[in-house]
């Protein structure tokens, strides 16, 4: 008498579907890794990000204000090359000297200060406690920024002129090169 297995009801996965799924798994997670390590590049510059775009407003702010206070004339309002008190190309980010506006020859380094060492603007971030304002605060050189402020009048308007304010830098003192522009109008009105 020969007996005959009765076919099962169970099943599993075959070898093949087991490589298949194994495969598209490690896609998942390969590009989950890259997403990632995107990620975290694009927040490690961040720092670098907001203090160009903080510094070039700040600059075009300050003209504005010497405008306003009547510290400058409106024809004053220009870079050095038409007339102006304002330094042609870029220059190192130093402090303001006794007028009180960034890129006038004028500037000088900046003196020392907590952390921060003589020479071109630096900023205080927190250090490792993630605490502003206590000892282990760090100075961050913004010596790998450059500032530009570039005046031009308006055609056709003799009381208006272009202010545009470029930040360049490198981030994280490698190239390529990273700019931010601020662009404005400023009249010869308060």
């Keep these: ?8 009801a169970q ?30 590049g694009a927040t490690q510059h961040a720092e670098e990000n907001l203090i160009a775009r903080e510094k070039a407003l700040q600059a075009l702010e300050s003209v504005y204000a010497a405008r306003n206070d009547q510290q400058i004339t409106f024809a004053q309002i220009a870079n050095i090359s038409n007339g ?3 330094t042609d190309g870029p220059v ?7 007028d009180g506006l ?3 020859a004028d500037d000088i380094n900046c003196p020392a200060s907590g952390p921060c060492v003589a020479g071109p603007e630096c900023v205080v ?8 304002g206590t000892p282990d605060d760090v100075a961050m050189s913004l010596s790998n920024f450059r500032r530009q402020i570039q ?19 490198t981030q994280g003192g490698t190239t390529p090169t990273q700019a931010y522009v601020v662009d404005s109008l400023v009249s010869a009105y308060r």
């Excluded at 190192?92 to 006794?98: D, I």
């Excluded at 005046?151 to 830098?169: K, R």
Aim: proline share 6%; with cysteine; net charge negative.
């Design 102 to 104: 960034v890129n006038t």
């Design 151 to 169: 005046i031009s009048a308006v055609p056709g308007y003799q009381t208006l002129n272009q202010v545009v304010v470029t930040i360049t830098y």
């Design 92 to 98: 190192t980010l130093l402090c303001a000297g006794p």
């Design 11 to 40: 099943s599993g996965f075959t070898l093949i579907e087991t490589m298949i799924a194994i495969a598209i798994l490690s896609i998942g997670v390969v590009t989950l890794i890259a997403a990632f390590g995107t990620t975290v």
């Design 1 to 8: 008498m020969t007996q005959t297995k009765a076919p099962s």
């Design 125 to 132: 971030l927190p250090g490792p406690d993630g605490i502003l």
């Design 84 to 86: 102006g008190i304002f």
